[in-house]
């Protein structure tokens, strides 16, 4: 990556030092550090505040980055459309295992019940997890940063430079609308006594 190259550049043909740049924008010292050597990336509202401070455009910060950014945006997203994938399935066993236990053995539903909430809970921890990684919060900042370069506003620039490929978040909007009906049908089975599945729809 070279944006932390281009900052160091900036500020350095601005005549700043990393302290004066730092005590700009309101952060530490070592935060400018950090992004210089490309081992942090600034939000959004730093990212803004550096180019404010440092008279240039967020794209002149960035430019040389897009296609990295990118293409890490592009990972973030694909992994995390294979969580949501994995969650569906396990979810659509899970249900089918709990129909087939109570129209079999009515008996061993609470049982079952209480396997089918094990996994689900260990299958959200992983999704939370991987939403919380590294590699997704640094997409997530390339995205911002992608977003704030773009002056226009336009949603196809947007959609395109902020790296969001419009199969795989049609196929996570798809894959939401089965978890939460899966979700909703286990709910119901786990809890029979209860409204709350049907007042969710």
């Known amino acids: 990556m ?8 900036f500020r350095l043909d601005r005549g700043m030092t990393q302290e004066e740049l730092a005590s ?14 490309c081992s942090d990336y600034p939000s959004r509202f730093h990212l803004t505040a550096v180019a404010t401070a440092l008279r240039v455009k967020i794209s002149s910060i960035i430019d040389k980055d897009i296609d990295a950014m990118m293409a890490a945006i592009h990972v973030a997203e694909t992994r995390e459309t294979l969580c949501m994938a994995t969650l569906t399935a396990l979810a659509l066993v899970c249900t089918a295992g709990l129909v087939a236990t109570s129209q079999l053995s009515p008996d061993s539903v609470p049982a079952a019940a209480n396997v089918v909430k094990a996994l689900l809970l260990a299958i959200f921890l992983v999704l939370v997890a991987s939403r919380r990684s590294k590699t997704s919060l640094r997409a997530k900042a390339y995205r911002e940063a992608l977003e704030a370069a773009d002056g226009s ?3 196809f620039v947007l959609k395109r430079k902020a790296g969001k490929s419009p199969k795989l978040v049609a196929l996570q909007f798809v894959l939401g609308v089965v978890l939460a009906f899966l979700l909703i049908t286990l709910l119901a089975i786990i809890e029979p006594g209860s409204r709350l599945p049907w007042v969710m729809l």
């Open 2 to 9: 070279e944006y932390g190259r281009k900052l160091a550049e």
């Open 24 to 37: 700009t924008i309101g952060v530490s010292p070592e935060d400018i550090l950090s992004w210089e050597s």
């Open 153 to 155: 506003h336009s949603a």
